[in-house]
Every structure is written in structure tokens, then in C-alpha cells.
């Protein structure tokens, strides 16, 4: 729990940062202990989830993989403070989310967390500079701020020329290339995709692939959940998921894709 | 982040010209019509008031009371008692008469006018002015030698006479039982807008003209009442208070034996009245408004539905429950205060091109503008609560999932 003094701080409206969000540089981004999700239909009760428990470094670049009904979602939606699990914790840098308030868990997504879905989840008829500015706007920032530090983004996806198109004037590489963008607006220490590949063209995925070893060389850490094996041949660490429990969780070399396989082989 | 969130309405209302107009439309009527009501009664309020400041706002009458069985002759005014009550009141009274006034065909060769001749004293024109066009006033001989000499207005001599220039012509007239001749020495042109005219019922065919009071008197050269113009600076209250008391010690009786009756209490008392009716025609108009806030909250909700995706996206971002709520009562408020906007333009407009047709000074009070105004956001807000509320409350995985 925040002690009182602190919630009190935050109700006047004085800006202090609350414990749960201070920067936390232990080594483990990630623990999950003996994590359990039940799900209660009604009827039956749905265990989604087995004790699981898993760390993730600082700087890994992690795919989650297996079959849908796997619980790979429902640890997804646990790892982005989207959802809280029955029993056992989960520490996202440092702090237990199990005692988190709803709109305490919405700050940690804001600071802690830059999501990428499958279906992109852009605001639609809002331009991509708007929806890159988004989490800055809940994280209080000023105008220029976020206008500037948008740009930047946009630059570093290479859209800073379709800034001012509205998601649905763009292609779906784009528009997921928007969404990673938004998703580093407020330099979170973790991006979680989920399925970030799932609609688009293999092309495109590739594109999207890249840019995610692009930000993990930059030292973020990097979550992909997917079932697809090329996708997750990306990353260096696969941990299967298989009703609820973890199957497997072995290192991974990283493929190049196509286009940089060449270069590096000259460069060896 | 209230301009990120007036932005973020704003769009929305955009997206959905036809549906946010079609809610705002409840408001406009709801605001429209009660700014109009409201404006007419004001307007129709300030109309009377006029009219009774044309009248004679320091007017007052006073006669024997009708209640009273035992009528005297005594109670009745002479000449030499109005002359005295003058004369005792002197720094409050401006003008004192008889408040005669009669009904007489009036016949000028084949032309028979129905005329209305009120009996008036030589000084009447300095406490209700009038604009002479022809001729003069009656005066103070006319009073005293009890002429046969009238004034009337222009469009009671073009009635009678066909022409406006009606001064040395003669008609023939039978007040109290005696046919004369009647001789116009003047006439003056009435000044009124369209609808004090319909009020004071006069135009039409009927015409109407001054004569000396001393003409209409009763038996004996009697009057049943007198009418006083005060000063202008004279508290009326206590002025007409002392003058019945007066009146009363004069001739014996009790105060309240005599009749009262003074402008400012009949002007009082309508606008009270019109008061009354213009705040309980205003108030079922208001019903309006809540069945405008009830549409506003029905497409709210409608809204909150559709962009249940939407507001998990912006949850997983880091929404927090306080920002959706603001999101959405932001765009509710500001439906319904546009909506009003757009009704106080629309009653106002409905109102001022009405009273610029009939001619009539309008009368649209800021207070009341500022309460519309006020009265649209609060339902707007108040009606905004729940589907906000319902908006902050949903779950972002629910909401993410939601197609």
C-alpha cells in the first residue's frame, strides 16, 4: 500500500512521484511469482493460469509463445497491468502490482509499459502525431513537449512525413509503425507486442521485426507474444506456454532477416 | 488538458454533425423557448409599464366606496372643494380633475362618429404632453365659461371631419341628455406603437376628443370623483394615504370609506400577474429541457458503446478513471452548452424580429440569458454523469476485446 501521506500528496494535486513509479534499476525488469489466474465463469472456474514464475532481465528481447488457449494472452494482459492475477505477484520494475488501484496500475501503464496489439489500436480520425502525443497527455506533459519529442518519434520510424495522416490513410505497416512510436513516448522501461505481426503482410512484419532488434540494440526490453516460430526467431529468448504452464524457456539466436543477413556475413 | 480535452469533444461532436446536432436540437428548443417566453413576458411587463408612465404613473382616483349604503350628497366633489384640495396640497398635487369621461355620437353633416369626450382641466397637457398639429389647447377660459370646445387627435378628425386640419369645425354631440354644437379648437397627433394602440383599444372607429370637465358634471355641478396627478418627487404612498384621510375628515366618514385606487397599485398588481404567468409558462418550457438533457444523456451512452474500444485504448495508455470521465462529461457539456448557445440566439432572434415587426421595444434581460446558459451546461453535465461514469468504469481488456 501508498502510505497515506503520499495519496493525500496526490489528491492536492502535489506533483511527487509515488514510490510505485520511481526508477527501480534492479537487474529483473520482470518477476512473476508462482503467479495463478482463475477464471470464474459463472458455472466453471477456468484455471488460466499455473504458478507460474519467470524473471526478465533488464534489456532482453523476449517472444512468449503458444497456441491461443495456451494462457500466453492472459500472462500478456498480466505483464501490461491490464489485468491482475488471482494469486501470487508480479514485480514490474521493483514493485507489486497486486496492490496497485486501478488508476494507479493506469500510471504504471503510462510510464512503465508501450504497448503494440495486433490490430495496431490507433485513435481512428486522429492523426499519428495526436496518437504518439496520447500517453505524453496522460503523463501531464506540456504541448511542446510532447509535440517535440512525437516528432522525434515519428522520425525514428521513419513517418515523420505522414505525421499529419489519419490512421486510416495509412498501411498497416505504418499504422503499427505509429503504434510503436506511441508506444515509446514516454520511455518505458518495457514494450509489450502482442501478435504485433498478426495482420500484416510478411514484408511488413519483417519491417515491424526489425524495429523491435532495432530498440532492443538500443537496450530496451522487449516482450513479443506471437505463435508464429519465424516471428519469434527474432528474439533471443522463446518461452513456450502450454495450458497455463511453461513448456519450455530456452535461449535463442537471433535470424537475421534477409535484408541484413548479407551485410553481415560480409562484415564477419 | 481541458483544451486537449475540449479538443478531443469537439472532434468527436465533428465526427457526428448529424447525431450531435440532432441532440443539441432538444436544447435549442428547450433554451429557445424558454428565453422567448421569458422575453415576451419581460417585454409585455416593460410594455405596461410604459403604458402606465404614458398614463400616468402618479395617478390615483378617488371616489365615495361602492360598499358604502348610505350615499350623501355631500359626497360628492364641488368645484370649490377640488379648488381647496388644490389648494391644501399644493406642493404635492400637479394636476386635479373630475375623471369625467362620456360616450356620445358626434355628427358632423352626414357623418356620425361614436366619440369618447374625457373632461380635463386647461393644465392636462403639462402632466400627460401632447404634440399639437393644429390650433391650440383648451384653456382656462374654455374651463371656466364652460365653452363647448374640444381637442381631439388626428385620427379621430380625419374620422369625423375626413381631414386632419379639423380647428373652427363644429359637430353636433348629446352629452347628458343635452344635443350641442361642439366646436374643435385644436388638434394634436397621438404618439403610441402598434400595440399600445390595440391595448388602449382606441383606432378602429371610434373616436375620441377633450372637453372641459366643468361640462360633465353631475346634479347640482357635482362630482362623483376626482383624479390627481402628483408631483414627481412626491412618496405616493403617503401623499394619497393623507389625501383620503383628508378627504374623509372633510366630509365626514371614514378613510375607508373611500375608494383608493392609484396607478402604481394597478401597475403593481398586472405586473405581478404577468410576472406570475411568464414564470409558469417559462417553468412547463423548462420541461422541455429536460427532455433535451434526457437526449443528450441517451446519445451519450450511445457513444460510450460505440467507443468502448476506444476508451480501453486509451486506458491501456494510461488513462486514468478521472481523465475518461472528464473525456465525456467535456463533450456532453459542451453539446448542451452549444445547444443553448444556438437556443438563446434562436429565442432571442424569434423574439427581437417579432418585436421589430409590432414595433415594440424587446426586452432580453442578461440574467436571464446567463441562467439559460448555466441551466444548459448543469444539464448537460448532470445528464453527462452516468454515461461517463459508465465510460471510467469499464475494464480495459473488456474494453480492448470489444469489436
Known sequence: ?268 | MLIENMSMAFAAIRVNKMRSFLTMLGIIIGIGSVISIVSIGDTMRNLFSDIYKDVGITQGYLYIGYWVEDVRESDYFTLDEMERIRDVFADEIAYIDSNAYTSADASYRRTTVSFDFSGIDANYIDVQPVDMVYGRYLNEGDILGRRRNVVMDTDSARLLFGEENAVGKTFRATIYGSTDEYTVVGVYRKNMNAFQALLMGSGGDTGSAFIPYTLLTWPNDTFYAIRVFAGDDVDLTSFFARLQAYVARTKNRQPQDWYLQTAMDEMTMVDSVMGGLSAAVGGIAAISLLVGGIGIMNIMLVSVTERTREIGIRKSLGAKTRDIMIQFLTESAILSACGGAIGILLGAGVVWIGGSLAGIPVVVKPSVVVLAVSFSAVVGIFFGIYPASRAARSNPIDALRYE
Open chain 1, 1 to 268: 500500500m501508498i502510505p497515506y501521506t503520499d495519496r493525500l500528496a496526490g489528491l492536492l494535486g502535489r506533483r511527487k512521484t509515488p514510490p510505485y513509479l520511481t526508477e527501480n534499476l534492479s537487474e529483473d525488469l520482470i518477476v512473476l511469482d508462482r503467479l495463478v489466474k482463475i477464471y470464474d465463469t459463472g458455472t466453471i472456474k477456468v484455471l488460466g493460469l499455473k504458478k507460474i514464475s519467470l524473471t526478465i532481465r533488464r534489456g532482453e528481447f523476449v517472444a512468449i509463445m503458444g497456441k491461443s488457449g495456451s494462457g500466453k494472452s492472459t500472462l500478456m494482459n498480466i505483464l501490461g497491468c491490464l489485468d491482475q492475477p488471482t494469486l501470487g505477484h508480479y514485480y514490474l520494475d521493483g514493485v507489486d502490482t497486486a496492490s496497485l488501484s486501478p488508476d494507479e496500475l493506469s500510471e504504471i501503464r503510462n510510464h512503465k509499459i508501450g504497448f503494440v496489439f495486433q490490430s495496431f489500436n490507433l485513435i481512428s480520425r486522429t492523426s499519428a502525431l495526436k496518437n504518439v502525443e496520447l500517453p505524453m497527455t496522460y503523463a501531464r506533459k506540456s504541448k511542446r513537449e510532447r509535440r517535440e519529442r512525437a516528432m522525434e518519434l515519428l522520425k525514428r520510424v521513419g513517418l515523420e512525413a505522414r505525421a499529419d495522416h489519419m490512421p486510416n490513410e495509412l498501411s498497416g505497416g505504418q499504422r503499427q509503425r505509429v503504434a510503436i512510436a506511441r508506444a515509446l513516448a514516454n520511455d518505458p522501461p518495457l514494450i509489450l507486442a502482442d501478435e504485433p505481426t498478426g495482420n500484416l503482410d510478411t514484408a511488413a512484419s519483417e519491417e515491424i521485426m526489425e524495429l523491435f532488434s532495432r530498440l532492443h540494440q538500443d537496450g530496451a526490453t522487449v516482450v513479443v507474444v506471437t505463435h508464429e516460430e519465424n516471428i519469434a526467431a527474432f528474439t533471443e529468448r522463446i518461452i513456450r506456454f502450454q495450458d497455463g504452464e511453461v513448456v519450455s524457456d530456452r535461449k535463442n539466436r537471433p535470424a537475421l532477416p534477409e535484408s541484413r543477413r548479407g551485410k553481415e556475413e560480409i562484415s564477419c
